[in-house]
């Protein structure tokens, strides 16, 4: 016989390959996984892990929202299992030999089959490195964390959550190393939440808001302020939950897949297309922070609840990023709900519910929602200065996962930070380092996506309104253009696409911060009359 020529040789044993796919085990017996059966085993792999994640969220929504607070052990304790169980699955053999098995055939695979193994691959480098006796102990602690959390601000008390944060920095820091030591760990956690983003590309962001912000703001601070008392009346707080159901319904949340919790810091859960929670807080004399809370978080439900019915209980049932997350939210919040369109559509039902705003009009109330002046809280801030909050955050947890600061000196760096950048004093922790639940999470990376996101939403609106009138829809209270634009661009596409792509095609070209200036320069010379 012929030696077979080499190319011959590389074809045959290709052919062969392809037939056998991968070896698996099977009660003793050495058979072969098809392409198919990999397939078949993804599917399967998807559907489980959504299980073990929707019982451990549930849990966890549970435990912010309506358990006492001393549940947290034992539920620590069933999160504890739920999690080694999800964690252990998808590193498992068998999850491993299915992704080889379908990544030696990617020009086989669908679109959506070829973006799960991607995403499935980047999960399992994490898990792959990252002993899973210490992502149970993490996991633990953030279940701590969070009851602990809550305790602290309501005492105002940071030296009670600082060594648990201590301990989560600690860990950010090492599985970053552990999965990809030859990355900066801050951008590690980065593209975490926002695939593709690094430092490099904030600080050039930033430092353009910053440009274009700070000397409007300083215009602003000069000019005649509204009168902004009316946003101080007391509103019944069942008055309050009547209005977030008014506004939910406005906004076309579907009752029977989403609803409505209260919690210390709102937040929403999306467990699925069919199940997604949406929380607040409510405030007897500041009717607005519950009012943009339930709108905001109502754009993230609605990104959720869009996303096609062939991606649920898999990875891709989901929003792609937080930036792109935060340009829905952001983009509702702000957007339609301080617009002009709207503020005169809510008003007599804002005068229904609470008679004593019948001293005012509308056109006081969308000068009052959109005021700017400096503050402490970031969900409370204003379009302009809100950015600035973001900033802080910024620069405060890149010197966490630098190692050049410590928890032990945050609250001093954070109230310097604000008297900087904002010019206000902090008076205590509840107002200062402990109002965001986030690094309780152990979520460090994700609030750049808030600024992102706010100039996301600018430059989407410009081109939406090349389709069709936005303020008329808004104002005739039908939102479904709005939704209808946004679901086929952005929503129905779950995290099929990479989030700058997605955005790409979305804006109809590259991502430009001076849509989002320019859209707060103008807002700003009418509510100020500039």
């Known amino acids: 016989a012929l030696p077979l020529h080499p190319a011959t040789f590389e074809k045959v044993d290709e052919t062969f390959r392809r037939a056998s796919r991968t070896l698996k085990t099977q009660r003793g017996m050495t058979t072969y996984m098809t392409l198919e059966e990999a397939r078949k085993s993804l599917k399967d792999l998807e559907l489980r892990e959504f299980a073990y994640n929707h019982a451990a969220g549930m849990l966890y929504f549970d435990g912010v929202t309506a358990a006492p607070k001393g549940t947290y052990v034992s539920r620590g304790k069933t999160l504890s299992v739920l999690n080694e169980a999800a964690y252990s699955l998808s590193n498992s053999d068998a999850a491993r030999e299915t992704l080889r098995v379908l990544s030696d055939h990617l020009d086989e695979l669908t679109p959506a089959e070829k973006r799960l193994v991607e995403l499935r691959e980047k999960s399992l480098r994490f898990k792959s490195r990252v002993p ?155 009717f607005a922070s519950s009012m943009f809370s339930v709108i905001h978080e109502g754009g993230h439900a609605l990104y959720e609840l869009g996303t096609a019915e062939e991606y649920a209980f898999t990875k891709l049932g989901s929003g792609v990023s937080m930036g792109v997350h935060e340009s829905q939210s952001r983009f509702f919040e702000n957007i339609i709900g301080r617009s002009r369109a709207f503020c005169n559509l809510v008003w007599p039902e804002l005068v229904r519910l609470c008679p004593e705003l019948g001293r005012y009009d509308a056109d006081m109330f969308y000068r009052a929602v959109n005021a700017a002046q400096p503050g402490l809280i970031r969900i409370e801030a204003d379009e302009l200065t809100y950015s600035l909050h973001v900033m802080v955050r910024y620069e405060l947890e890149r010197a966490l996962l630098h190692g050049e600061l410590n ?36 979520d460090f990376g994700y609030f750049p996506s808030y600024a992102l996101g706010s100039a996301y939403g600018a430059q989407l609106i410009e081109r939406m309104r090349g389709s069709f009138d936005v303020d008329a829809a808004v104002a005739s209270g039908d939102l479904a253009p709005v939704r209808d634009w946004l679901g086929e661009r952005i929503w129905r596409h779950g995290s099929l696409i990479k989030p700058t792509e997605l955005m790409r095609s979305a804006l109809g070209g590259e991502f430009d911060a001076s849509y989002y200036t320019r859209y707060l320069e103008a807002k700003m010379r009418e509510v100020y009359k500039l």
């Open 407 to 442: 928890a032990r000196d945050l609250p001093e760096h954070w109230n310097a930070l604000y008297k900087q950048y904002l010019g206000v004093d902090v008076p205590d922790d509840a107002h200062g380092v402990l109002q965001d639940s986030h690094w309780s999470g152990g």
């Open 132 to 286: 899973v006796d210490e992502y149970v102990a993490y996991k633990d602690l953030l279940n701590e964390a969070a009851t602990v959390w809550r305790e602290a601000k309501a005492k105002s008390d940071y030296a009670m959550f600082e060594p648990l944060l201590q301990k989560i920095i600690d860990a950010s820091r090492r599985f970053a190393g552990l999965v990809e030591p030859e990355k900066d760990p801050y951008d590690f956690w980065l593209d975490t939440y926002e695939e593709g983003m690094t430092q490099e590309f904030c600080d050039k962001f930033f430092a353009e808001l910053r440009s274009k912000l700070v000397p409007l703001i300083a215009k602003v601070g000069a000019a005649e302020p509204p009168d902004t008392s009316l946003l101080g009346v007391r509103f019944p707080l069942d008055r309050q939950d009547e209005l977030s159901h008014w506004l939910m319904r406005f906004l076309g949340l579907d009752p029977d897949r989403c609803t409505l919790a209260t919690t210390e810091h709102p937040f929403t859960t999306d467990f699925s297309r069919y199940d997604v929670r949406i929380t607040t807080k409510y405030y007897e004399d500041a």
